[in-house]
């Protein structure tokens, strides 16, 4: 995800309710976390005081809260709180003894840490390409790439909509693979009625700030069905210790911090009334754009039929090399929006050595120049949505007559 600064935040004049709904749109935000936190402000003082009074900072009995609800949130059997997604990631290949010598793959268009947790095991990435409608890994390209030293599947799920998961478990079935998933985009998202991070052998989740479960900081959880990796991933994230200052294990320092679980376990019961609120966004996007006649530039995003899609991210791609210039436009006119992700992780250059050429990855590259993030978070106003595609609307009337 983007880090902080590259979220527009609200300078706080459309906060309340009745300010969006008279006064004329002058700017819409990307994401505007005080619109969610205002409401919620006084229980969260509450639970942030009672953390302090305890004293307990560090995987206190908010903690041990969190990681049940989460674990039944996500129809997993376990849950096992952390210190940040990419924390999550690298436990997960910890537990799984993946290192020196196993070939991991992962997409290269996503965040950073779904591929670096492979490298900092000792483990040596492999970069597949992606599914064209969903932006997430593409199975074939995944079953083209696999060599005996493979060990795992990291399939992400991008934007807020779960991987091709039937296809990529019959892969991993028929070739010995784990399969990790990278859900740090997807809490509540459903495939097949199943949710993400009960779909593989264990899930990675987010709580950075703009995830659709955001805390105030990082922090991460990872879940699983299987009581042999929640007993793994408990140790490997306190330094192996057990009993304490009695190694078993080498591991890390992953804890989650008391005060962000107080403060999640606030916010949790209203994560699925905030994601219905995202796919009425969508709904919405998608009503506006195709009415304004926009489809001829824009391609808008596909849910598929097999799942529910969270909407991390409403994600259009632009035709005819038109996605930086509109950009720009509608930067001008204040309207907060994002590029995930201008460089494919297989053309970083920290990835120099594993040579991948350009035009290696066609899908991850088209992608990557193509594609742009509309605001969509719950609390987007419709006159603010009517605001964003009246400007992508001029945008184009202006493009097309000046050609
Ligand atoms: C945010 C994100 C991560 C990393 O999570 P952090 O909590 O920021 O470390 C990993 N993968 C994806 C796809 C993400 O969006």
């Known amino acids: ?9 609200s300078d706080g004049s459309q906060d309340d309710a009745e300010s969006t709904c008279s006064a004329p749109v002058t700017g819409v935000p990307l994401f505007d976390i005080q619109r969610q936190m205002a409401p919620l402000r006084p229980e969260i003082d509450a639970a942030v005081s009672s953390v302090f009074d305890s004293g307990q900072f560090v995987l206190g009995p908010e903690v041990k809260t969190l ?45 950073f840490s779904t591929a670096s947790a492979v490298t900092r095991v000792g483990a040596k990435v492999v970069f597949a390409d992606i599914d064209p409608v969903t932006f997430n890994i593409d199975p074939t390209d995944v079953a083209r790439r696999i060599t005996k030293q493979t060990k795992a599947i990291i399939p992400v799920h991008l934007f807020g909509q779960c991987a091709d998961m039937n296809r990529l478990s019959d892969v991993a079935r028929g070739n010995d693979l784990l399969i990790v998933e990278d859900a740090a985009q997807a809490i509540g998202a459903e495939y097949q009625g199943r949710r993400a991070g009960a779909l593989g052998d264990m899930g990675c989740f987010s709580f950075y700030p703009t995830k659709n479960l955001g805390g105030p900081g990082d922090g991460g959880v990872l879940t699983c069905c299987d009581e042999k990796w929640s007993d793994r991933l408990s140790l490997l994230r306190v330094h192996g210790m057990r009993p304490r200052y009695y190694h078993r294990a080498i591991g890390i320092n992953s804890r989650l911090d008391s005060l962000q679980a107080a403060v999640l376990n606030v916010k949790l019961p209203h994560l699925e009334q905030w994601t219905d609120m995202r796919i009425a966004n969508a709904l919405k996007y998608d009503q506006l754009l195709k009415a304004a006649g926009l489809t001829d530039h824009l391609e808008l995003p596909a849910a598929t039929v097999e799942g529910r899609h969270v909407w991390n991210q409403y994600v259009i791609r632009v035709r005819g090399g038109q996605r930086d210039a509109l950009r720009n436009h509608l930067t001008e006119a204040r309207i907060g929006t994002e590029i995930y992700y201008p460089v494919p ?40 949505q009517r605001f964003v595609v009246q400007r992508i609307s001029a945008y184009f009337q202006v493009a097309s007559k000046a050609a």
Request: include cysteine; glycine fraction near 6%; charge should be negative.
């Open 1 to 9: 995800m983007a880090m902080s600064d590259n979220v527009v935040v």
């Open 67 to 111: 990681e049940t609800k989460i674990a039944a949130f996500c129809q997993s059997n376990f849950a096992v709180g952390c210190a940040s997604g990419s924390d999550a990631l690298l436990l997960a290949l910890m537990a799984a003894e993946v290192g020196a010598g196993d070939e991991v793959i992962v997409p290269s268009y996503t965040f």
């Open 345 to 384: 992780l297989h053309r970083q250059a920290c990835f120099a050595d594993l040579n991948y050429s350009v035009g290696s990855l066609p899908e991850t590259e088209r992608a990557a120049s193509e594609t742009l993030a509309l605001p969509i978070f719950p609390e987007l106003s419709d006159a603010e």
